[in-house]
């Protein structure tokens, strides 16, 4: 189930919103969008960019150093009272935040097939996401047998959080652009 969350829409928000679709902001180019090897005729696999603040702890076939989430970003810093501000404004307890992104999605106008379902961790946890742009590209929450639960067609400046199997669609103009936080 998709939960929307208050957008404090603070100073520190805006500011870190107009900086992120600079062209002073770096973007890493990744082919792939999940670690899966699952493209098939209903999903697909879409390039983006990213920018991590903090790396997600090692499992599997990926490849960060440790098995704890790493800062590897000299930005984390600038960016992290932002999430302070959401968790503080929206009552959320955190214990440990496992993944920090920015990501950038460019439109596939052509094409409506989702990204390929996937947790982001092998364990329980809590995903969150913060919109940056009006491009639109919805997020689809499933259950584990694959059935679409829940749907949010994002605005500008919506935040959500859900739990579970998940995927999107691809801007059909426009970046999407977001911020997404893995959390438990």
């Known amino acids: 189930m998709i939960r929307k969350l208050h957008n404090p829409k603070s100073e520190l928000y805006y500011h870190l919103k107009e900086f992120i679709q600079t062209t002073h902001f770096p973007w890493s180019y990744s082919a792939k969008s999940t670690p899966m090897d699952e493209e098939s005729s209903e999903y697909q696999d879409f390039p983006f960019y990213s ?3 903090i790396n997600r702890p090692r499992w599997g076939t990926l490849s960060a150093r440790y098995l704890y989430p790493e800062v590897c970003s000299d930005l ?3 960016f992290y009272p932002l999430l302070e501000e959401i968790f503080y404004v929206n009552k959320i307890r955190v214990g440990c935040i496992c993944r920090f992104n920015a990501n950038c ?3 596939i106008p052509d094409d409506d097939r989702p990204s390929i379902p996937h947790y982001d961790h092998p364990f329980r ?4 996401l ?4 009006p491009a639109g590209g919805e997020t689809l929450i499933m259950d584990d047998g694959g059935n679409i ?3 949010h067609d994002p605005k500008e ?3 959500i959080i859900f739990e579970g199997l998940h995927c999107y669609r691809a801007p059909k103009k426009d970046r999407r ?8």
């Open 76 to 78: 984390t810093d600038k």
């Open 130 to 133: 913060i919109y940056l742009t």
């Open 105 to 107: 999605q460019h439109p």
């Open 51 to 53: 920018h991590r603040f």
């Open 177 to 184: 652009i977001v911020l997404v936080v893995t959390y438990i």
């Open 157 to 159: 400046d919506d935040i």
């Open 125 to 128: 946890h809590k995903n969150m």
């Open 149 to 151: 639960t829940d749907v």
